[in-house]
T-cell receptor, first 112, second 112 residues
Framework: ETGVTQSPTHLIKTRGQQVTLRCSSQ?????VSWYQQALGQGPQFIFQ???????GRGNFPPRFSGLQFPNYSSELNVNALELDDSALYLC???????????FGPGTRLTVT | AQSVTQPDIHITVSEGASLELRCNYS??????LFWYVQSPGQGLQLLLK??????LVQGIKGFEAEFKRSQSSFNLRKPSVHWSDAAEYFC??????????FGAGTILRVKS
């Protein structure tokens, strides 16, 4: 059984740029959720994708967008990066929007 | 709205001593409850979960947690802490088809 994987591991971007983060769900899981974890805080829900449709969104602006592909992998896109977007971005997968979510290792984004 | 409170930001225990990490939640019904552990710079690993039934649940690495509805609590315990348990621990509440809401985390330090 393959766990959740994320790429890249680390990323440094400049304010105003755009970034794409990628996630492959655990085998057999069809739901992907994205979380932002700022330094010293708990993860905050960004949005969830189920069967290629957005299924819930947290309190994040529209410049945070996502996609889910037929193989259930997912992308998180952030436009017009701001310094406060610097964080660990975590992807989690689950089965049929179930509450039991399994997390990937995260992507550390630094915005300068 | 759901919320999770972890009252202790830091806890230090001696190796071999017992451990209890506190978690209180606010939710309208019986929620799904989780404890995750995060090592520095890493993703979240699921320690244990409570959905229904027996209010004392066993998890990995020798951890257990007890759901107390009357106190809206889901405290994590371990009878004897090992140095490798040093990490940050997050309590979370969730529901099917929706996000996980996390507490701010408790950093566990283990002294030898």
């Amino acid at each position: 059984e393959t766990g959740v994987t994320q790429s890249p591991t680390h990323l440094i971007k400049t304010r105003g740029q755009q970034v794409t983060l990628r996630c492959s769900s655990q085998s057999g899981h069809n739901t992907v959720s994205w979380y932002q974890q700022a330094l010293g805080q708990g993860p905050q829900f960004i949005f969830q994708y189920y069967r290629e449709e957005e299924n819930g969104r947290g309190n994040f602006p529209p410049r945070f967008s996502g996609l889910q592909f037929p193989n259930y992998s997912s992308e998180l896109n952030v436009n017009a990066l701001e310094l406060d977007d610097s964080a660990l971005y975590l992807c989690a997968s689950s089965l049929d929007r179930g509450p039991e979510q399994y997390f990937g290792p995260g992507t550390r984004l630094t915005v300068t | 709205a759901q919320s999770v409170t972890q009252p202790d930001i830091h806890i230090t225990v001696s190796e071999g001593a017992s451990l209890e990490l506190r978690c209180n939640y606010s939710y309208g019904a019986t929620p799904y409850l989780f404890w995750y552990v995060q090592s520095p710079g890493q993703g979240l690993q699921l320690l244990l979960k409570y959905f229904s039934g027996d209010t004392l649940v066993q998890g990995i690495k020798g951890f257990e947690a007890e759901f107390k509805r009357s106190q809206s609590s889901f405290n994590l315990r371990k009878p004897s802490v090992h140095w490798s348990d040093a990490a940050e621990y997050f309590c979370a509440v969730g529901e099917r088809g929706n996000k996980l809401v996390f507490g701010a985390g408790t950093i566990l330090r283990v002294k030898s």
